[in-house]
């Protein structure tokens, strides 16, 4: 299952952004590989309007089940939900936040 | 001839000197692009003769019809929209749709999308002994003031003398009012928010290469921050109006600046504006 993070940095030991679709990067990290397994400058972070609505449409276009990352915009909020896509709220590293999800979904 | 209004800072005096002028100058026409909060009315009292309801084209879609293509989302530069195959859902972000129409003009289905207009604010037309009146009223909740700006010039006639009462501010309003006009007033205040702003609307006016002047208003004799402001970047002040109670009463009772002064000193501002003396 693939995990997508909104990372201000690229490593399991960086933080989450404080912004979810305006965040650093996007960290992709695979519950069976446990790891991250990939990332992705966020080329929409500088964007001046919708820029929720365009990062909701790259996470559900790209095969994520899951979102971890800061409180999401009412835009991008309202996208994942309607594409069934959980997510799940985080302040700190990537690993605590990862594990804390792991934990709580076996 | 068309002349605009502007300021910079709001608050400064647009709408005393608009209706001011207006009022002062025989046969003019008087138009309020202030469309967030117009109030040139409440000084001019016109009798209102035609109100037209303003509408832009926004998109409706049809998800039975829809093949989840995808192609009119990838297309919006405004990324008003999001189509989830999946779940074979639409969301339409109408608060960041631009009206722009290229969902519909890259769809390949048929009826999966359709047009439908939006109402956005209200044009006025009336008149008062003889003052042509246009103003516009911008919806509650709209995001941009610029389509209804542009919707009101179809209506504005080609006569000698237009005043415009222009938005606040130094962006894309004031940039759609100030483009179409053939002379620009700016309004300032002597204080350093006044004059900060001042600053950057003159800034879009000498960019878009517009002839203009300076109207201080509440302007005192011991002040000479607008005076001092002026010389340094060279500009001309046509007109200074005092700080002064009693002007300040009448325009809360909806009075402008309408004395025998007043009115000689507008006519003789708007002639020379026309003979091209500033």
């Not at chain 1, 940095?9 to 933080?15: A, D, H, T, Y």
């Not at chain 1, 991250?36 to 790259?58: H, L, P, S």
């Not at chain 2, 909740?141 to 504005?156: A, D, E, Q």
Request: charged share 25%; with cysteine; proline share 5%.
């Amino acid at each position: 299952m693939k995990i997508f993070i909104a990372g201000k940095g690229k490593e399991l030991n960086s933080q989450i952004d404080d912004r979810f679709a305006r965040c650093n990067y996007f960290v992709t990290y695979d519950t069976e590989k446990k790891d991250i397994t990939g990332f992705e400058e966020n080329q929409y972070k500088d964007g001046t309007g919708g820029v929720g609505v365009k990062v909701a449409n790259y996470i559900i276009n790209n095969g994520y089940s899951v979102v971890i990352g800061p409180e999401p915009g009412p835009n991008s909020a309202n996208i994942l939900k309607e594409a069934g896509i959980k997510i799940y709220v985080n302040h700190g590293h990537i690993q605590d936040a990862v594990e804390a999800f792991l934990k709580e979904n076996g | 001839m068309k002349i605009a209004i502007a300021s910079g800072k709001g608050g400064t005096g647009k709408t005393i000197v608009s209706t001011s002028i207006s009022m002062s100058v025989n046969n003019a026409v008087y138009v309020d692009m202030d469309v967030e909060e117009p109030n040139g009315a409440i000084f001019i009292k016109p009798e209102i003769s035609r109100e037209i309801r303003y509408t832009v084209p926004i998109p409706e879609f049809y998800e039975d019809k829809c093949i989840y293509c995808r192609k009119c989302e990838e297309s919006c530069v405004y990324n008003a929209i999001s189509i989830i195959p999946q779940a074979k859902k639409i969301l339409f972000f109408e608060e960041l749709c631009h009206s722009c129409g290229v969902c519909k003009y890259v769809c390949p289905v048929e009826q999966a999308i359709i047009e439908k207009p939006k109402a956005i604010g209200t044009i006025r037309i009336g008149e008062k002994n003889g003052l042509k009146f246009i103003d516009g009223i911008l919806d509650v909740g709209i995001p941009s003031s610029v389509p209804l700006l542009s919707g009101m010039k179809k209506y504005i006639p080609n006569d000698e003398i237009v005043i415009i009462d222009s938005p606040p501010g130094a962006s894309c309003p004031v940039v759609e009012v100030v483009k179409d006009s053939d002379f620009v007033l700016l309004v300032t205040e002597p204080t350093p928010f006044g004059l900060n702003d001042l600053d950057i609307a003159l800034d879009i006016v000498k960019d878009m290469e517009k002839p203009h002047a300076i109207i201080v208003n509440k302007s005192e004799n011991n002040n000479n921050l607008a005076r001092e402001f002026a010389e340094k970047r060279g500009e001309y002040i046509a007109m200074e109006i005092p700080f002064d109670r009693k002007i300040a009463e009448n325009y809360s009772k909806g009075i402008p600046l309408l004395t025998e002064e007043y009115k000689i000193r507008f006519k003789k501002l708007v002639e020379d504006i026309r003979e091209g003396k500033l």
